[in-house]
């Protein structure tokens, strides 16, 4: 490092190099102070040693100098003299800018460690110089390196831009304050029939139609308040080629500022197509309206006439029903004779209350005779019992105690008690019954009939209930139905055609008629029906639909097990309920879900659902979900279904 020693008296220099000598310092004397300022031009200095008195240019000028040079301000200086002690001199020396004030004699190793403080405090610095001048050329480099790329992206940007206006199809005009054109893009050679040349720095208003047209369609009077009502907005226009033919089109104005200027940017879309089309559209707007009309007409006609077909059918219905519950009260008078046999010790195990009250033998009896009260009408022998097989209505006979012999049907299933195989017969005791024999076939076929009926008054409900919804919604609204509301109705009444002529053949096996198609399409068709039954009742209709692949389906039938599944849960629920239709898919199965918000199914009853004529409803006929049962069955998927306080979930699932 190098370090300047500046005094007039060669031996006091001599001095200061034995204390400072070192191979780390470069000493450097100076005997004057315009001497020092001379070395100083020429190399750095860590730190500067300065007498005070000297001949011409003093101490304290000599650091005033060095402290107005900026390459050399920031380099410490120490003051060494030996006459000037008075205060006064030593706070001229820091006012010029000393870091320290020596005094000779001075010891030479105080000075010595303060030359060694000095110099690492100027390496210090110039490491810090470095590592900043380091710092700054990076952060120079990376601010280029980003103006490189900000260039590079403003030539892509100028060549897709270039591309996009060559290539697109609206004409794009730029032009100025005045009105004047100042560029166009080449679409205006297709759509207007001028080139470049031609039009450029011409009137833009020369390609609009001037004056307002009774359509209420704008035209070009160009001046600042039109192009700022017009900017950033769609404004139709009628344009006017270079051969004076027009054409409607849609504008729409920005604003930008180029070098202080400002540019406006006219984007024009030709669409005479779209009116051409808006046109046919209105026309055929007419025609359907005038069809919709002579429908809704054939509707109402064929609504009343429904209307009187089905309180026909509630007659018969009611009355079958009646037929019904007198049936059923004459069931339960005459209950069956139940009990469980050990196959093992040849013994009943236990015998319900009819049984005894039958046969008139106690428990203990019974143990006693075995089985020989039972016995075959046939062959009045015991031996064609197996109670090891399954036997469904095997009609017999059986001898009370007091000799009575009396009929009835036996059925057994072999089961497993205590590790043990019995029995479980049931006898129903239809001795009664055979004197009423006849009477009651004939009895059973009114019954299958009005049941037909009854179950044909279901099923017709539910698309009249959506028809009668959706015309009563017609009726009290302004607006006309819409084409897919009325195609709906229609789908509907043929629905219930069809299923008329589906009970009609019900003697007959179905086949259904599965497309490949999707499920969802169905659902979405239908839910308009099912929303609007659910806001007559103030409940809610949910659709939750996820992606699903399509599979083989009966439209009609699908239609048919979604509609009694829908309307049986609006029905479970109060008002202000919710019901969810959703559909996704799990392990290779597209499920569809049914949720509503009731208080849910006992248990009792989820094990009758699905048997025919089966009804928690008073007027339901227990058709509807054995025909969902019916439909799922020739479409391989399952029901199951999920029910609680909180409400009850029918899933059903087809296979992939």
């Known amino acids: 490092m190098n370090i300047l020693m500046v005094d007039d008296h060669p031996e006091n220099l001599l001095a200061l190099e034995a204390v400072l000598t070192s191979p780390n310092y470069n000493l450097v004397s100076a005997t004057s102070g315009k001497q020092a300022l001379k070395y100083m031009l020429k190399q750095d200095f860590a730190v500067i ?16 100098l060095i402290k107005m040079r900026e390459k050399t301000k920031n380099i410490p200086i120490i003051f060494i003299t030996a006459i000037s002690q008075d205060v006064e001199h030593v706070q001229q020396g ?12 001075y010891e030479p190793e105080l000075l010595k460690q303060k030359i ?84 450029v720095k011409h009137p833009i208003e020369s390609l609009f139609l001037k004056g307002l047209e009774d359509s209420g369609t704008y035209t070009w009077p160009f001046h600042n308040s039109f192009t700022e009502q017009v900017g950033g907005r769609v404004v139709e226009v009628i344009a006017i080629r270079k051969d004076s033919s027009q054409f409607p089109a ?44 002579e429908r809704t007409m054939e509707l109402l006609l064929a609504n009343e006439k429904l209307k009187n077909e089905v ?29 469980i046999y050990s196959l093992e010790d040849k013994t009943f195990i236990d015998v319900n209350e009819r049984w005894v009250d039958y046969t008139g033998y106690s428990y203990e009896e019974l143990n006693t005779i075995n089985l020989r009260l039972l ?130 053949n019900l003697a007959k096996n179905k086949v259904s008629d599965k497309r490949s198609q999707s499920l969802n399409k169905i659902i979405k068709s239908l839910f308009p029906l099912i929303q609007a039954e659910a806001l007559r009742s ?23 097990i979604i509609l009694n599944i829908a309307l049986n849960g609006l029905d479970a629920m109060t008002s202000g309920g919710v019901l969810v239709i959703r559909t996704y898919t799990e392990n290779k199965e597209v499920v569809l879900e049914i949720q509503d918000e009731g208080e849910g199914i006992s248990p009792e009853i989820i094990e009758k659902i699905g ?10 006929t227990g058709l509807g979900l054995a025909i969902c049962y019916s439909v799922a069955e020739r479409h391989q998927a399952e029901i199951d279904i999920t029910t609680g306080k909180t409400g009850t979930i029918f899933s059903i699932r087809f296979n992939l």
């Open 116 to 199: 060694e403080q000095f110099v690492k405090i100027h390496q210090n610095h110039e490491e810090q110089m470095i590592q900043n001048e380091a710092e700054k050329t990076a952060e120079i480099q990376e601010i280029n390196e980003k103006l490189d790329l900000t260039t590079l992206d403003l030539r892509k940007s100028e060549a897709l831009a270039k591309v996009i206006g060559d290539t697109i199809l609206d004409t794009i005009v730029t032009f100025d304050t005045n009105g004047n054109i100042v560029s166009v893009n080449k679409a205006i050679t297709n759509m207007f029939g001028y080139s470049f040349e031609e039009i």
């Open 250 to 293: 849609d504008i729409q104005i920005g604003e930008t500022t180029v070098d202080g200027q400002e540019i406006y940017v006219c984007t024009i879309r030709d669409i005479t197509e779209r009116k051409q089309m808006e046109e046919v559209k209105k026309q055929k707007y007419i025609n359907l309206e005038s069809i919709v009309q």
């Open 311 to 339: 309180v026909e059918r509630k007659k018969i219905a009611a009355h079958l029903l009646a037929s019904q519950e007198r049936f059923r009260k004459m069931f339960e008078s005459s209950p069956s004779l139940i009990a």
């Open 375 to 504: 016995y075959c009408i046939e062959e009045m022998n015991i031996d064609c019992l197996d109670l090891r097989t399954s036997n469904r209505n095997q009609k017999i006979s059986y001898k009370t105690k007091n000799g009575q012999v009396r009929s009835g049907l036996l059925s057994t299933e072999l089961i497993t008690l205590h590790s043990k195989p019995c029995a479980l017969i049931v006898v129903t005791d239809i001795t009664d019954r055979v004197l009423l024999e006849n009477e009651m076939a004939r009895l059973d076929r009114l019954n299958l009939i009005g049941e037909m009926a009854a179950g044909i008054a279901h099923e017709i409900r539910n698309p009249m209930t959506t028809v009668h919804g959706f015309l009563q919604v017609a009726k009290s609204s302004r607006e006309h139905l819409k084409i897919e509301i009325v195609d709906l109705m229609l789908d509907e009444l043929n629905r219930a055609n069809s299923i008329i002529t589906e009970f009609l």
């Open 49 to 64: 040693l300065l007498d005070v008195q000297m001949p011409g240019l003093n101490g304290f000028e000599t650091a005033k």
């Open 538 to 560: 103030s409940k809610e209709a949910v659709l939750d639909t996820r992606d699903c692949p399509d599979i083989y389906l009966d439209e009609k039938e699908i239609r048919q």
């Open 94 to 105: 820091y006012s010029v800018g000393a870091i320290d004030y020596i005094f000779k004699p």
């Open 611 to 620: 048997t025919p004529f089966f009804t928690t409803k008073e007027d339901g």
